[in-house]
């Protein structure tokens, strides 16, 4: 009798096994450039970019070229000639605030670029699809930004339509930390790429009608203690005092000169009032649909993987 477990479409593999599956991928970044790339607080290192990044972008790699014949087996099936059209790959990554989902998808960008099949990667985060700061007023949700109904999911699915549909040009509106808002007119613009990375908190959210979600080949969570992140979250508050706070025109200027333990029960509020339950109600129940978990540890390393298998 096969036991349960076995009946999962999941499989759970550590990273000593996991970083195996690299099999001959060769490494093609420096430490100087994964610097660039790692945001505040972020710990990745080239061994790290070795042993789990690279494994997943030949997984990827694979199945890039997987889900251009499945393309070409539909448009056979239409009696459609479809030689030299590719359909852009779309990658989600999501997880909770803190979490260190950009320094993913910065890496992942930057490694899957390096493919001579697939040079064109561009990324998007869903920050610029949050309504604009006077919307979200008017609507009485200021304090619900990063929740699903903060974001117009018209806007993102159709620019996500768009580029999976060939279009030459789309563009994405573009959030400011540094202005708490949306820029007006302010563009981040697509053409036509072989992938397309759409990362943020709620990506992977189900709906009633299709959603960003439905149009995804691959996505990633990235996973870690709530505790954990909670640290991540305000460590981060406190060392934002002096960079991006200590700027006048930003937003949270006025905590730029707070003392530690203010700056925390600051961020602590923040976290426990927005993030946390956030992250509870709205992103962590998306975990299951993700077609791998990147699992960290307390000192942001990620030491388990777990793929979808079937
Ligand atoms: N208030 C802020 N001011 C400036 N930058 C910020 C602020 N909050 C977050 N960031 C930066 O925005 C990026 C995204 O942060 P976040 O949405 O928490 O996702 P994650 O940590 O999972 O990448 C990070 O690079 C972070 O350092
Ligand atoms: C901008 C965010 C909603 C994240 O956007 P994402 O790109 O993940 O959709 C988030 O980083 C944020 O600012 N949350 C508000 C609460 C706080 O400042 O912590």
Same mark, same amino acid.
């Given at each position: 009798?096969?036991?349960?477990?076995?009946?999962?479409?999941?499989?759970?593999?550590?990273?000593?096994?996991?970083?195996?599956?690299?099999?001959?991928?060769?490494?093609?970044?420096?430490?100087?450039?994964?610097?660039?790339?790692?945001?505040?607080?972020?710990?990745?290192?080239?061994?790290?970019? /070795?042993?789990?990044?690279?494994?997943?972008?030949?997984?990827?790699?694979?199945?890039? /070229?997987?889900?251009?014949?499945?393309?070409?087996?539909?448009?056979?099936?239409?009696?459609?000639?479809?030689? %030299?059209? @590719?359909?852009?790959?779309?990658?989600?990554?999501?997880?909770?605030?803190?979490?260190? @989902?950009?320094?993913?998808?910065? $890496?992942?960008?930057?490694?899957?670029?390096?493919?001579?099949?697939?040079?064109?990667?561009?990324?998007?985060?869903?920050? %610029?699809?949050?309504?604009?700061?006077?919307?979200?007023?008017?609507?009485?949700?200021?304090?619900?930004?990063?929740?699903?109904?903060?974001?117009?999911?018209?806007?993102?699915?159709?620019?996500?339509?768009?580029?999976?549909?060939?279009?030459?040009?789309?563009?994405?509106?573009?959030?400011?930390?540094?202005?708490?808002?949306?820029?007006?007119?302010?563009?981040? $613009?697509?053409?036509?790429?072989?992938?397309?990375?759409?990362?943020?908190?709620? $990506?992977?959210?189900?709906?009633?009608?299709?959603?960003?979600?439905?149009?995804?080949?691959?996505?990633?969570?990235?996973? /870690?203690?709530?505790?954990?992140?909670?640290?991540?979250?305000?460590?981060?508050?406190?060392?934002?005092?002096?960079?991006?706070?200590?700027?006048?025109?930003?937003?949270?200027?006025?905590?730029?000169?707070?003392?530690?333990?203010?700056?925390?029960?600051?961020?602590?509020?923040?976290?426990?009032?927005?993030?946390?339950?956030?992250?509870?109600?709205?992103?962590?129940?998306?975990?299951?649909?993700?077609?791998?978990?990147?699992?960290?540890?307390?000192?942001?390393?990620?030491?388990?993987?777990?793929?979808? @298998?079937?």
């Amino acid at each position: 009798m096969p036991r349960v477990r076995e009946l999962s479409p999941y499989v759970e593999l550590h990273r000593d096994q996991w970083r195996e599956l690299r099999r001959a991928t060769p490494l093609p970044l420096t430490a100087g450039e994964l610097l660039k790339l790692r945001g505040l607080g972020e710990q990745v290192d080239l061994d790290e970019v /070795a042993e789990v990044y690279l494994p997943l972008s030949r997984l990827i790699n694979l199945q890039v /070229a997987a889900r251009q014949r499945l393309y070409e087996a539909t448009t056979t099936f239409l009696g459609e000639d479809c030689r %030299g059209t @590719k359909v852009p790959f779309v990658i989600g990554i999501a997880g909770s605030v803190a979490v260190g @989902k950009s320094t993913t998808a910065r $890496v992942l960008r930057t490694l899957l670029a390096r493919w001579p099949d697939h040079p064109r990667v561009d990324l998007v985060t869903t920050d %610029g699809f949050l309504y604009p700061r006077q919307e979200l007023m008017r609507r009485g949700i200021m304090h619900r930004k990063g929740f699903p109904e903060s974001y117009d999911r018209r806007a993102l699915l159709r620019f996500v339509t768009e580029v999976k549909s060939g279009a030459e040009r789309v563009s994405a509106p573009v959030y400011s930390h540094l202005a708490y808002d949306i820029i007006p007119g302010a563009e981040n $613009v697509v053409r036509q790429p072989d992938i397309l990375i759409i990362e943020g908190l709620n $990506v992977l959210q189900p709906g009633p009608r299709l959603t960003v979600s439905d149009l995804f080949d691959f996505s990633i969570y990235v996973d /870690a203690h709530t505790e954990d992140i909670e640290r991540w979250y305000v460590d981060r508050f406190l060392e934002l005092r002096h960079t991006a706070f200590a700027d006048p025109a930003s937003h949270f200027h006025h905590f730029a000169g707070l003392p530690d333990d203010e700056a925390r029960a600051e961020a602590r509020h923040l976290w426990h009032t927005i993030n946390e339950p956030n992250l509870v109600e709205n992103i962590k129940p998306t975990r299951p649909r993700a077609t791998l978990v990147l699992r960290k540890d307390a000192d942001h390393s990620i030491n388990r993987v777990r793929l979808r @298998k079937l």
